[in-house]
């Protein structure tokens, strides 16, 4: 129980860090750019989150081991591999259709292309778009940033879905409040990014109600829609 409450304090904390960005811009230690994108918050609130979800998971791993039947190493391997699953299960990694990854994809370049319309009209920012040619230049020239790009939306979704919206409706069972959880993990979510969080705020939300869709957690097809975002991002982008 007093693990449930650590996890609300830290989600209340991290939620208040937010206005600190335009009340003390001075803090350059908390909102200094880290590969152009990503802010020191996004890195402090997801390790924050990443961490106690860690501790809180780890502390079931001795009861699996005390219950397994094994002995030695087998015993220990097989309690790693039923906390495995349960985290799994947990997180909402399951098995997706065609029809829910095409629905995925969709819905990935709906969200970039209206965050690009939103950022030419809202911030008069020219539409910019790359060829397949620049595209190529650009994985080899960049291959770091580049493989981020794809990369990152597996950790963001993991971080941000998986293991935070999921322990708000493991800890409350009702549907309001983890609506509030929603709404609390997208502006974690915007805000951990520098350029325009306003815009991110709103594909978090999405992203939320994707993988909640139903209430049955989903974390793969939020991860094929995150995934498609930024590569629509990549080609066509705002500048």
């Known amino acids: 129980m007093i693990q449930n409450y650590i996890f609300v304090a830290i989600s209340i904390i991290l ?15 908390l909102f200094n750019p880290i590969f152009e994108r990503t802010t020191y918050y996004g890195f402090i609130s997801g390790g924050f989150i990443f961490i106690e979800f860690l501790v809180w998971r780890t502390f079931q791993i001795r009861n699996l081991i005390v219950k397994s039947k094994r002995k030695g190493i087998r015993r220990l391997l097989e309690g790693y591999w039923k906390l495995f699953k349960d985290i799994s299960i947990f997180i909402g990694l399951r098995k997706v259709s065609c029809f829910e990854i095409f629905v995925g994809i969709l819905i990935g370049l709906l969200c970039g292309m209206t965050t690009v319309l939103s950022m030419s009209y809202f911030e008069n920012l020219s539409i910019e778009v790359i060829t397949f040619g620049t595209f190529l230049k650009m994985l080899v020239s960049m291959p770091i940033e580049m493989a981020g790009i794809y990369l990152i939306p597996i950790f963001e979704e993991l971080v941000f879905r998986g293991f935070f919206l999921s322990r708000f409706l493991h800890i409350f069972k009702n549907k309001r409040i983890v609506v509030i959880g929603l709404i609390i993990s997208s502006f974690i979510f915007g805000y951990s990014h520098l350029e325009y ?32 975002g930024n590569a629509f991002l990549v080609f066509v982008h705002a500048a």
């Open 15 to 29: 939620f208040l860090i937010i206005p600190l960005a335009y009340l003390l811009p001075d803090l350059k230690f």
């Open 197 to 228: 969080p306003i815009y991110k705020v709103f594909v978090g939300f999405v992203l939320g109600i994707i993988y909640l869709w139903r209430w049955k957690k989903n974390i793969s097809i939020s991860t094929v829609t995150h995934i498609t």
